[in-house]
């Protein structure tokens, strides 16, 4: 079964240092992966995704995510953290259902604390 | 120019009502999703539409009925609250492609609280 691992609940950085938020994966074959955000009270907003083109993706809000096949994760960072860089963050894998269809599967969230 | 809606944002009822959650989406996406994110932050998928044809259904109590009256449209009704049915549910659309590399568009999810 397709699953992804969040290895930290909460990470809190100060503001201008840099930021990692890990995600491991499990998939029997090439995963579809995703990088949500969810600030405060509200609802998701697709970061960046990975569909077996280029291992290193680029995402809105200066993220990225390098997937890495050998390591099996799939970890978000960001050079230099912003106040408005608080929120929650979900790591996400494309799973295929019994139906033969797709659904996403969601890791358990990190909520990121960026310090002044 | 909203891509996906819900309505209500906030929805506080008793116990034992009837409630319905309404969402759209004016992408031209032909799959929709409702997602339950509990308490604590966890998200699980509940139903996927497909051009109004119900191709997900997760293990989700009889009461809570999705309706599809077109592929725009993806409603969820809930018979019989519970207490434990308090969460925030969220809506997504997606478009198929081939080799389901497709991404999901969420809404800003409705919290609901039953009392």
């Known amino acids: 079964a397709q699953s992804v691992t969040q290895l930290d609940s909460h990470v809190s950085v100060s503001e201008g240092t840099p930021v990692l938020l890990r995600c491991n994966y499990s998939?029997?074959?090439?995963?579809?992966l995703f990088w949500y955000v969810q600030h405060p009270n509200k609802g998701l907003q697709l970061l960046l995704k990975?569909?077996?083109?280029?291992?290193l993706v680029k995402g809105i809000n200066g993220f990225e995510a390098e997937f890495k096949k050998s390591e099996t994760s799939f970890h978000l960072t960001k050079p230099s953290a912003h106040m408005s860089d608080a929120a929650e963050y979900f790591c996400v894998v494309s799973v295929l259902k019994d139906t033969g269809r797709r659904a996403l599967t969601f890791g358990s969230g990190t909520r990121l604390q960026v310090q002044p | 120019d909203t891509a996906v809606s819900q309505t209500p944002k906030y929805l506080v009822t008793q116990m034992g009502n009837d409630k319905s959650i309404k969402c759209e989406q004016n992408?031209?996406?032909?799959?929709m999703y409702w997602y339950k994110q509990d308490s604590k932050k966890f998200l699980k998928i509940m139903f996927s539409?497909?051009?109004?044809?119900?191709?997900i259904n997760e293990t989700v109590p009889n009461r809570f009925s999705p309706k599809s009256p077109d592929k725009a449209h993806l409603n969820l009704h809930i018979n019989s609250l519970e207490l434990g049915d308090s969460a925030v549910y969220f809506c997504a659309s997606s478009q198929r492609v081939a080799g389901g590399k497709e991404t999901q568009y969420f809404g800003p999810g409705t919290r609901l609280l039953v009392l």
């Open positions: 992408l031209g996406h032909d799959t």
């Open positions: 990975y569909t077996s083109a280029a291992t």
């Open positions: 539409y497909n051009n109004k044809e119900l191709i």
């Open positions: 998939s029997s074959y090439s995963p579809s």
